[in-house]
């Protein structure tokens, strides 16, 4: 039996049935199968559709024989820690029995990890739910179904039991999730709008930083963004992104590797002067603009899913951060004082 764990938005497991085993129902198997795992989570993977056999959704009792090929779906992985309840305050843009989503600020980590144990968006939303039940009458605690980087600041859903995390695990999964970020990044694009696609994946020399590899490599996953201008700066340029998928780190890995790091992006080079001109006043300029957004620019704007209950579409927008809208005014003052001596003026496609 072969069996891959993947790095995804949530627990993915995919294996192939052994020649020798017997027919037995899909949830005795599976449970038998993977560690830390309930039937109940299992059964509920199955009616949300998010236990394929040789790619077809299938119910707990569906038989498995030899040479399935199973792909499961889970929540994540189970907790390695207590998570400590948190009064952190949250700015909700959108709750109910399901579904909760976030406005979050940069600086806020998501879940707790090595490093992180107490602070994050988890803890907050552990405190958020005290006393509150689902409705099997189950404590409500937060399911995540993805996740935004540290120092991004934007919206982020999560759910509330298990049968909405796996529904929306699935349109994660099927790609019919709809976000769009807005970056600042730094250079003049050259062209107005295109698309990204590589792999991305860990970086074989530094585990901490992700990279793209070929699309043809063996190395990391498909990782697709769709972008376009929405205002040009002269040696910044304002970008809308949509994900087709949710790869770590994706817009800011995808970003530097074509030579536009995001702007003030620490981790991937952004937090140099890479375009513009050697004058002092200049530079003092750039160091302004980094203090005002001490961090990669990058908001996650809007987000559009089917509610897994109701099943109709949501669509949520949020505002730029005060930062953003900061350094994004520095930066049309600068081009349009500045630049328009060159001829080379601000140009808007809002």
Same mark, same amino acid.
């Given at each position: 039996?072969?069996? =891959? ?16 085993? !017997? ?43 030899? &040479? ?8 994540? +992985?189970?907790? =390695? ?23 979050? /600020?940069? &600086?806020?980590?998501? #879940? +707790? ?5 107490? &602070? ?18 189950? /404590?409500?605690? +937060? ?19 298990? =049968? ?18 807005? !970056? ?20 074989? $020399? ?12 063996? #190395? ?19 970008? =809308? ?19 536009? /790091? ?24 750039? $160091? ?12 996650? $704007? ?18 730029? +951060? ?12 600068? !081009? ?15």
């Amino acid at each position: 039996m072969q069996i =891959e764990e993947k790095d995804e938005l949530y627990e993915h497991y995919k294996f192939t049935v052994d020649r020798g085993q !017997a027919l037995m129902r899909i949830d005795k198997y599976l449970l038998n199968l993977i560690q830390n795992t309930s039937r109940n989570k299992i059964q509920n993977a199955a009616k949300s559709g998010c236990i394929l056999v040789n790619e077809t959704p299938e119910k707990q009792n569906y038989r498995v024989k030899p &040479g399935d090929q199973i792909t499961i779906l889970m929540p994540n +992985p189970p907790r =390695e820690f207590e998570i400590i309840a948190e009064n952190i305050s949250l700015e909700i843009i959108f709750e109910d029995e399901d579904v909760i989503v976030i406005n979050k /600020p940069s &600086g806020l980590v998501v #879940h +707790p990890a090595y490093g992180n144990y107490t &602070g994050t968006l988890v803890n907050a939303l552990t405190y958020h739910f005290q006393g509150k039940t689902n409705k099997r009458g189950e /404590p409500v605690r +937060p399911l995540l179904v993805h996740r935004i980087d540290k120092n991004t600041s934007g919206l982020i859903l999560v759910t509330k039991n298990e =049968e909405a995390q796996m529904k929306i695990a699935r349109e994660f999964y099927e790609h019919t999730i709809e976000r769009k970020y807005l !970056a600042l990044v730094w250079g003049n694009l050259d062209e107005n709008m295109g698309i990204i696609s590589t792999k991305i994946g860990r970086n074989l $020399k530094d585990r901490l930083v992700m990279t793209t590899f070929s699309n043809d490599s063996e #190395h990391g996953k498909n990782a697709v963004t769709h972008w376009k201008v929405l205002e040009r700066f002269g040696y910044v340029t304002l970008i =809308e992104c949509q994900l087709e998928t949710g790869r770590t780190h994706q817009i800011r890995v995808h970003f530097k590797s074509i030579g536009h /790091p995001l702007f003030n992006d620490e981790t991937y080079g952004g937090d140099q002067i890479i375009k513009g001109t050697t004058f002092t006043k200049y530079k003092q300029f750039v $160091k302004n603009c980094f203090e005002l957004i001490p961090r990669q620019a990058l908001h996650a $704007k809007q987000l559009g899913f089917v509610h897994p209950s109701t099943g109709k579409s949501l669509f949520f927008d949020s505002d730029l +951060p005060h930062d953003f809208t900061a350094v994004l005014e520095k930066w049309r003052n600068y !081009a349009y004082h500045k630049l328009s001596e060159t001829d080379c003026h601000p140009i808007s496609l809002l």
